[in-house]
């Protein structure tokens, strides 16, 4: 194996934070080709605080999956976001590309964390925005 063949440590507190974002879902970069080597991979956190949402938003190409470590999680998708699926910790999700969704912290109380990984990159392209009564059952803090 070559010399310059290595893993690459992304230390806590320096992750990259110039990623794509979308609304109360803050995403922070642990793997991705901004930082690291990577070229068909990134890996990352999302935050979103108590009574807080995304914007619709979809991956383009890309497929996601996510886990979530914290928090009651809603994603919801589908013609006027009408349906939705529930997460909570410990719960594994995929999201296929360009599927149209919007992400919330359900808790008005507990910050929701995610791990969240994509293939080829970290694409997020926002769409216009809905209203908070649109989405059943959701309400901020």
Known sequence: MAADIRPVVTPAGHEH???AQSGGAVR???VGPQHTPATRLWFGKVLNEP???S???HHGEAETGGYV???HAR???GEDFGEFVDLHEGDFVFVPPNMPHVEVNMSTATQLVWMTTRTPDNIVINLPDVDDSDLEG???A
Do not use: D, V
């Open 17 to 19: 934070t110039e990623t």
């Open 28 to 30: 922070i970069s642990g």
């Open 51 to 53: 009574g807080y949402r």
């Open 55 to 57: 914007l619709p938003h």
């Open 69 to 71: 470590l914290t928090g």
């Open 75 to 77: 994603i919801y998708f």
């Open 138 to 140: 959701f309400h901020r």
